[in-house]
């Protein structure tokens, strides 16, 4: 068993002391100090178990033998720049690239998901000679300057007017709550016409387009699955005005879909991007990550007479680290794994979805899966607070889980890869429990004969009946301690995932007050 230098109070006083204020950690009212961790197991300092639904860094599982086998046999002989030649780099790329359609056939190694994306911006504007991007509405695409700039989940937390002239945000082509949902015939092309509109009035302000980034599925944005055909037609709107096509693969690439290795092949195969970026999956937890792009853009890259170096990517260590992953993954067909699993889980929340009124909206492909919860199906109002409560009860009973998007409301499922059909049903049963929970103060759940379960892209109508649905809220819970949770799910000025959230503090505020009969708990109470 592992050891520990510190107590918990003893590492939490240090990293006060020592860490940045800024760098939040997960359950800030009470964090967890994990000493190790095997598989989709994390273990605390007591060696509690806890069931990991969130970490899709530990791509293949934590601490897997065959990674960690790999890193100190390698360590053991060498590590160091790809200045020097080492056939570990070339067997990297050369079984990377195999994976991605012909034309992505240049590697680019770097360290982070957000070095990557940063290079991307570099190649797309050396490439074009232009010089402004498109984003999505609600898009994260890493932590450095260049890519705050283009990520409207951080800059719009920013003071007014921080959004620079250079960026364009396009809608998020989400069908569920967004400008065209999924009652509409062609979502996919009013959400590109959008696009399409965007840079037609960039241009009229004399501005050039580089390139249109995006996530493949967006994370951070609340699990958004873009419609087929939805990439395609924004390619060529961008094609058009000589820009290129950058898809963000750092949270869901990897074989995290099931069906395909890369999430950007849910479009069809008659979709290919100008430039990928890769992350976070890629090498199981060692700091690794990639952009693969096509052979004219590397060669007018290069023509710029600048040479690109970087210290570690590409080192050796990385490279057998990286091999390994890509071996593990078809080894133990951990795509199939995902589509396996990934159905059976989204079949256990669709039955979950004809029960509790909470559940507005379930989304996914694969392990990639996103919860919507509602206090109105109707309205789709977004369950701000209880998806706060329901990760903190889930914490209690020894489950990871995190809630993101736009309000922090969708609770998503990113495990890793190797979650199983028992581990999906054990966490399903909680939920419904915490749910039922709720339910019995506020009287909310959904009558059999008025449940219509839905997936993302079916209208979500109780048609059985005219009354108008109850609103599920948290205005019943009965007993002290759950009153307490609730209302550390809302003081806390971060969720579980880190983020502060300046929108949804003032949301909180605005919220008229949730009471139970004895007025216990009441959002005029919180700080924020």
């Not at 079984?95 to 190649?123: H, I, M, W």
């Not at 992350?279 to 600048?306: D, Q, R, W, Y």
Request: charged share 20%.
């Amino acid at each position: 068993m592992a050891t520990e230098l510190f107590s918990k109070q003893q590492t939490i006083q240090l990293r006060h002391r020592h860490i940045g204020p800024s760098c939040k950690v997960f359950f800030s009212k009470d964090p967890l100090k994990i000493i190790r961790a095997q598989g989709q197991y994390m273990y605390d300092e007591n060696d509690t178990k806890f069931l990991d639904c969130i970490n899709n860094v530990a791509h293949v599982g934590h601490c897997h033998p065959d990674v960690v086998q790999a890193a100190a046999k390698q360590m053991e002989l060498l590590n160091t720049n790809s200045r020097f030649l080492h056939d570990n780099l070339v067997q990297y790329a050369k079984q990377l690239t195999a994976t991605l359609p012909a034309k992505l056939s240049v590697c680019y190694f770097v360290n982070s998901g957000s070095e990557a994306n940063d290079l991307a911006l570099r190649l797309a504007r050396q490439y074009t000679g232009h010089h402004d991007i498109i984003t999505l509405d609600h898009a994260y695409h890493g932590h450095i300057t260049s890519l705050i700039d283009i990520s409207p989940y951080k800059f719009r937390e920013l003071p007014p007017g921080s959004q620079k002239e250079f960026v364009h945000v396009a809608p998020s082509p989400d069908i569920y709550r967004g400008k065209y949902r999924e009652d509409h015939p062609d979502p996919a092309t009013v959400y590109a016409d959008d696009v399409n509109l965007l840079i037609q009035e960039a241009q009229k302000q004399g501005r050039k387009m580089a390139a249109f980034i995006a996530e493949s599925m967006q994370s951070c944005g609340g699990q958004i699955i873009p419609p087929p055909g939805y990439f395609q037609k924004v390619a060529q709107y961008v094609h058009n005005v000589g820009g290129v096509f950058i898809a963000d693969e750092v949270q869901v690439g990897f074989g995290r879909v099931g069906k395909h290795f890369w999430a950007f092949q849910l479009q069809g195969e008659d979709f290919v991007p100008d430039i990928v970026t890769m992350g976070k999956p890629i090498g199981n937890g060692h700091p690794m990550s990639c952009v693969v792009t096509t052979k004219e853009i590397a060669e007018a890259f290069g023509a710029s007479g600048l040479e690109y170096f970087n210290t570690f990517g590409g080192n050796p260590v990385s490279c057998a680290i990286g091999l390994a992953v890509l071996n593990i993954i078809e080894k133990e067909d951990l795509s199939g794994n995902a589509t396996k699993v990934g159905n059976y889980l989204m079949d256990l929340l669709r039955e979950q979805q004809a029960k509790h009124h909470l559940i507005g909206d379930i989304r996914g492909v694969g392990l990639f899966i996103g919860v919507d919860l509602v206090k109105d199906r109707k309205k789709r109002t977004p369950a701000m607070a209880e998806a706060q409560y329901i990760i903190y009860r889930l914490k209690e009973q020894n489950i990871l889980l995190s809630a993101d998007g736009p309000h922090r409301n969708v609770l998503k499922f990113k495990p890793p890869m190797c979650f199983t059909m028992e581990n999906a049903k054990f966490v399903v049963e909680k939920i419904d429990g915490i749910l039922s929970d709720l339910e019995k103060g506020t009287r909310a759940g959904v009558p059999n004969a008025e449940s219509k379960p839905v997936e993302n892209g079916v209208p979500l109508t109780l048609r059985a009946s005219k009354r108008k649905p109850p609103q599920a809220s948290v205005s019943g819970l009965n007993n002290s301690k759950d009153e307490l949770h609730y209302t550390e799910a809302l003081q806390s000025e971060e969720t579980p995932d880190g983020n502060s959230n300046h929108r949804n503090r003032v949301a909180f505020r605005q919220q008229s007050s949730y009471r139970s009969e004895h007025d216990a708990l009441s959002c005029k109470r919180i700080r924020t």
